[in-house]
Antibody, heavy 120, light 111 residues
Framework: EVQLVESGGGVVRPGGSLRLSCAASGFTFHDYAMTWVRQAPGQGLEWVSSINWNGGSTAYADSVKGRFTISRDNAKNSLYLQMSSLGAEDTALYYC?????????????WGQGTLVTVSP | QSALTQPASVSGSPGQSVTISCTGT?????????VSWYQQHPGKAPKLIIY???NRPSGLSNRFSGSKSGNTASLTISGLQADDEANYYC???????????FGTGTKVTVL
């Protein structure tokens, strides 16, 4: 069974940093591109960042470019999102998702999310 | 890159069909056959229901179907059931700096 379990969320002050993790199991992790998607409270989905199978190619939404870094450790079946210079606009539930076919944006498995709250 | 445009809400009675539109530009929806649709129940993670415009993941009900014409993609839910009441989001690959863009979301209400 495919499972994605996010962790690392919490309350952080504006300007602070946080590192999210996503533990994958039930599939061959290094065969898939992975993505972070976030959802602010009561709002819609927003694509944040994606990484290809070996970490050699990454992409970021304009809203996080230069502040967030996506990475992966295929030996540990884990995906990460290092977030810095956090602001109130980054408050959201952060989901990691597996991309069925790289470059198609078809996210077929999602975790349950980890909540990031940026508050003074 | 702006979010794709969806109607805020649609509704229908059990057994009826509803269609949700998703309008973008030639740089996203109109330019690529990489449109996906997601169903999200309150408090739950999104679930992929259509990918590459009109493909269903294995095991998913054929009551869900997708199509595209020009810069607008559509999701049709036929034989509406109570459990179809949820929020639905489209997404597309985009050629701008924002690689993937989601729609604004549509709340489907079963009357």
């Amino acid at each position: 069974e495919v499972q994605l379990v996010e962790s690392g969320g919490g309350v952080v002050r504006p300007g602070g940093s946080l590192r999210l993790s996503c533990a994958a199991s039930g599939f061959t992790f290094h065969d898939y591109a992975m993505t972070w998607v976030r959802q602010a409270p009561g709002q819609g989905l927003e694509w944040v960042s994606s990484i290809n199978w070996n970490g050699g190619s990454t992409a970021y939404a304009d809203s996080v470019k230069g502040r967030f870094t996506i990475s992966r450790d295929n030996a540990k079946n884990s995906l990460y999102l290092q977030m810095s210079s956090l602001g109130a606009e980054d408050t959201a539930l952060y989901y990691c998702a597996r991309e069925l076919d790289a470059g198609h944006g078809d996210f077929d498995y999602w975790g349950q999310g980890t909540l990031v709250t940026v508050s003074p | 890159q702006s979010a794709l445009t969806q109607p805020a809400s649609v509704s229908g009675s059990p057994g009826q069909s509803v269609t949700i539109s998703c309008t973008g530009t030639s740089s996203d929806v109109g330019g690529y056959d990489s449109v996906s649709w997601y169903q999200q129940h309150p408090g739950k993670a999104p679930k992929l229901i259509i990918y590459d415009v009109n493909n269903r993941p294995s095991g998913l009900s054929n009551r869900f179907s997708g199509s595209k014409s020009g810069n607008t993609a559509s999701l049709t839910i036929s034989g509406l059931q109570a459990d179809d009441e949820a929020n639905y989001y489209c997404s597309s690959y985009g050629s701008s700096s924002t690689v993937y863009v989601f729609g604004t979301g549509t709340k489907v209400t079963v009357l």
